[in-house]
Nanobody, 118 residues
Framework: QVQLVESGGGLVQPGGSLRLSCAAS????????MGWYRQAPGKQRELVAD???????NVADSVKGRFTISRDNAKNTVYLQMNSLQLEDTAVYYC????????????WGQGTLVTVSL
């Protein structure tokens, strides 16, 4: 099993910044990628950004240029730096890690709430 512990959510005004962190522990060997998804009220969960063990990133168009994903392999931690936050960025953000074998196997954090409000 892989355990993912998130931190860094909170309340911020439009235009502000937050940084989310997610630390992985447990059976972390062979994790291929880690990243962040988000789910706003009444909407489906969507990918925000992920990063592979090799450092390749995949970033949603809606946050490109504003959000940056990075990872510290030594600490088994992934970060999401969120700048120029907008009202529509309000959501629960979930850390994700996955392994690839015969099938993809996903692990999820408990979620952290990001609220962008005046």
């Amino acid at each position: 099993q892989v355990q993912l512990v998130e931190s860094g959510g909170g309340l911020v005004q439009p235009g502000g910044s937050l940084r989310l962190s997610c630390a992985a522990s447990g059976s972390i060997f062979s994790i291929y990628a880690m990243g962040w998804y988000r789910q706003a009220p009444g909407k489906q969960r969507e990918l925000v950004a992920d990063i592979t063990i090799g450092g390749s990133t995949n970033v949603a168009d809606s946050v490109k240029g504003r959000f940056t994903i990075s990872r510290d392999n030594a600490k088994n931690t992934v970060y999401l730096q969120m700048n120029s936050l907008q009202l529509e960025d309000t959501a629960v953000y979930y850390c994700n890690a996955y392994k690839i074998g015969q099938v993809r196997y996903d692990y999820w954090g408990q979620g952290t709430l990001v609220t962008v409000s005046l």
